[in-house]
Nanobody, 124 residues
Framework: QVQLVESGGELVQAGGSLRLSCAAS????????MGWFRQAPGKEREFIVV????????YYADSVKGRFTISRDAAKNTMYLQMNSLKPEDTAVYYC?????????????????WGQGTQVTVSS
C-alpha cells in the first residue's frame, strides 16, 4: 500500500498562489489514479482534480479549471497542485488520494488511500 503526506498549505491573500505537494512512500504513484480533494468547514469533501494512472489524462472540477494545475514527478514519487488566482472560497483542508482500481475517477468512494490533509486559507 501507499502512504501519502501533503504539505504546502498556508495563509495567502486572494489573488496569490500556492503549490501543494503530496509525497508518496511504499509504492510508486504511477500505480494509482491520483486525485486532489478539499473540504471546507461544514461542507462535504469536494473533488478538485484527478490524474489518470497512466499520467496521460487529467480532469478538473469547473470551480478550479484554468487556475489549478496537477502534476507528477516520478523521480520524487510526488504529486503537486499548483494553485493560482486563489479566492477566499478556496479556503479548505486539501487532501491527496490514491485509487487502486480506477483508471481515473472523481468519486471520493473510489479512493483507497488518503493523506492527512493540509490547510489552505485565502484571505480577502
Amino acid at each position: 500500500q501507499v502512504q501519502l503526506v501533503e504539505s504546502g498549505g498556508e495563509l495567502v491573500q486572494a489573488g496569490g498562489s500556492l503549490r501543494l505537494s503530496c509525497a508518496a512512500s511504499g509504492r510508486t504513484i504511477s500505480s494509482y489514479a491520483m486525485g486532489w480533494f478539499r473540504q471546507a468547514p461544514g461542507k462535504e469533501r469536494e473533488f478538485i482534480v484527478v490524474v489518470s494512472r497512466s499520467g496521460g489524462s487529467t480532469y478538473y472540477a469547473d470551480s478550479v479549471k484554468g487556475r489549478f494545475t496537477i502534476s507528477r514527478d516520478a523521480a520524487k514519487n510526488t504529486m503537486y497542485l499548483q494553485m493560482n488566482s486563489l479566492k477566499p472560497e478556496d479556503t479548505a483542508v486539501y487532501y491527496c488520494a490514491a485509487s487502486r482500481f480506477a483508471a481515473w475517477t472523481i468519486n471520493t468512494s473510489d479512493y483507497d488511500y488518503w493523506g492527512q490533509g493540509t490547510q489552505v486559507t485565502v484571505s480577502s
